[in-house]
């Protein structure tokens, strides 16, 4: 079941973390893989601060974080 991470120690998608930078904000959450959703599921951890995101073709993803301990 799905347990709301620590907001203090984890960035969440949509509310605004406490280091400045860019985020990739993950969303679209559920318990299990065949949860049926109902309308966005919860919200997920936003991942950075990055220096920078790239992917090609939603197939290679590449993130540079902005030091080793945020990574």
């Avoid at 904000?25 to 920078?52: C, E, S, V």
Wanted: aromatic share 12%.
């Amino acid at each position: 079941m799905h347990t709301a991470p620590d907001p203090s120690t984890t960035p969440i998608y949509g509310v605004r973390p406490s280091k400045p930078g860019l985020y990739l904000g993950l969303f679209h959450g559920r318990d299990t893989p065949n949860q049926a959703m109902h309308g966005w599921g919860f919200d997920g951890p936003a991942i950075g601060p990055l220096r920078y995101f790239h992917t090609t073709y939603a197939c290679s993803v590449n993130v540079e974080f902005v030091s080793p301990t945020d990574a």
